[in-house]
T-cell receptor, first 114, second 113 residues
Framework: DAKTTQPPSMDCAEGRAANLPCNHS???????VYWYRQIHSQGPQYIIH???NNETNEMASLIITEDRKSSTLILPHATLRDTAVYYC???????????????FGKGMKLTVNP | GAGVSQSPSNKVTEKGKDVELRCDPI?????LYWYRQSLGQGLEFLIY????????KSGLPSDRFSAERTGGSVSTLTIQRTQQEDSAVYLC???????????FGPGTRLLVL
């Protein structure tokens, strides 16, 4: 079972920041938070991951609370092409005996409106 | 560089036939994964390869499903005696030993009539 909970859907206006929440209250100290998205009829696309520090790349920013029980993915300037299902996944370090597999939940459908 | 590729992109088959799905991982990636996504369902793990060996086959739904990997590169997922419930998108992903992020291919859409 997925260890994360996300709202089922969210709308955002084009050009505005999209803040996608994720709860992972049972996260362990050796578990990373990963975000993927899946645009209709495509394979999942990796976005970003982090352990405890905030992370930023060319696609998004990831803000993880100090207690690590929740996180927020931020798309700073949402476009219509960002409409997709977004998955928040927690996964332990494989080198510490964690399973290699990703456990996907239902994700959250983000719709960016013109 | 080139990403994960899968073939065919679409496959329609008749119930009872065998099918083979192919995955070409990113060059140099030692780990390879198969997942599937049924209509309206989430992604579920099938099998994981590290090199040519499969330490985790726990997600294969029945003994009709098998997979192999040769030369530490290409993998083939075989479904024997296909059933209608096998209809799904079959996704492949790969990752390197140093960076554990999994990168996915576009998937093979399988329809069993």
């Amino acid at each position: 079972d997925a260890k994360t909970t996300q709202p089922p859907s969210m709308d955002c206006a084009e050009g505005r920041a999209a803040n996608l929440p994720c709860n992972h209250s049972t996260i362990s100290g050796n578990e990373y938070v990963y975000w993927y998205r899946q645009i209709h009829s495509q394979g999942p696309q990796y976005i970003i991951h982090g352990l405890k520090n905030n992370e930023t790349n060319e696609m998004a920013s990831l803000i993880i609370t100090e207690d690590r029980k929740s996180s927020t993915l931020i798309l700073p300037h949402a476009t219509l092409r960002d409409t997709a299902v977004y998955y928040c996944i927690v996964r332990p370090w494989v080198t510490q005996g964690g399973s290699e597999k990703l456990v996907f939940g239902k994700g959250m459908k983000l719709t960016v409106n013109p | 560089g080139a990403g994960v590729s899968q073939s065919p992109s679409n496959k329609v088959t008749e119930k009872g036939k065998d099918v083979e799905l192919r995955c070409d991982p990113i060059s140099g990636h030692t780990a390879l994964y198969w997942y599937r996504q049924s209509l309206g369902q989430g992604l579920e793990f099938l099998i994981y390869f590290q090199g040519n060996s499969a330490p985790d086959k726990s997600g294969l739904p029945s003994d009709r499903f098998s997979a192999e990997r040769t030369g530490g590169s290409v993998s083939t997922l075989t479904i024997q005696r296909t059933q209608q419930e096998d209809s799904a998108v079959y996704l492949c992903a790969s990752s390197s030993r140093t960076e554990e992020t999994q990168y996915f291919g576009p998937g093979t859409r399988l329809l069993v009539l």
